[in-house]
Nanobody, 120 residues
Framework: QVQVVESGGGLVQPGGSLRLSCAASGNIFTITVMGWHRQAPGKERELVARIISGGNTNYADSVKGRFTISRNNAKNTVYLQMNNLKPEDTAVYYC??????????????WGQGTLVTVSS
């Protein structure tokens, strides 16, 4: 099994910054995709950013130029640096890890979520 643990959420003022971390562990042969999604109250979960094994990245239009996703392959960890935060970025942020285990079985695992609140 694969475990995913997020950290780094909290309360920040508009214009401020936060860095989220997500570490994956367990029966992992290779990780194909690591991504961050978010869900605001009353809204559906949406993709914020993801990074695939080759290093390519995708971002939601609403965060381009403000958020940066990066990955430490040696630590099976993905980061989301969030700058110039806005109140509309307030949401629970979830990490998703897609991987293959040593039996070549694919899994897609979600973290428990970390709350980001942007407010003055």
């Amino acid at each position: 099994q694969v475990q995913v643990v997020e950290s780094g959420g909290g309360l920040v003022q508009p214009g401020g910054s936060l860095r989220l971390s997500c570490a994956a562990s367990g029966n992992i042969f290779t990780i194909t995709v690591m991504g961050w999604h978010r869900q605001a109250p009353g809204k559906e979960r949406e993709l914020v950013a993801r990074i695939i094994s080759g290093g390519n990245t995708n971002y939601a239009d609403s965060v381009k130029g403000r958020f940066t996703i990066s990955r430490n392959n040696a630590k099976n960890t993905v980061y989301l640096q969030m700058n110039n935060l806005k109140p509309e970025d307030t949401a629970v942020y979830y990490c998703n890890v897609q991987s293959f285990d040593y039996s070549r079985r694919m899994s897609s695992v979600w973290g428990q979520g970390t709350l980001v609140t942007v407010s003055s």
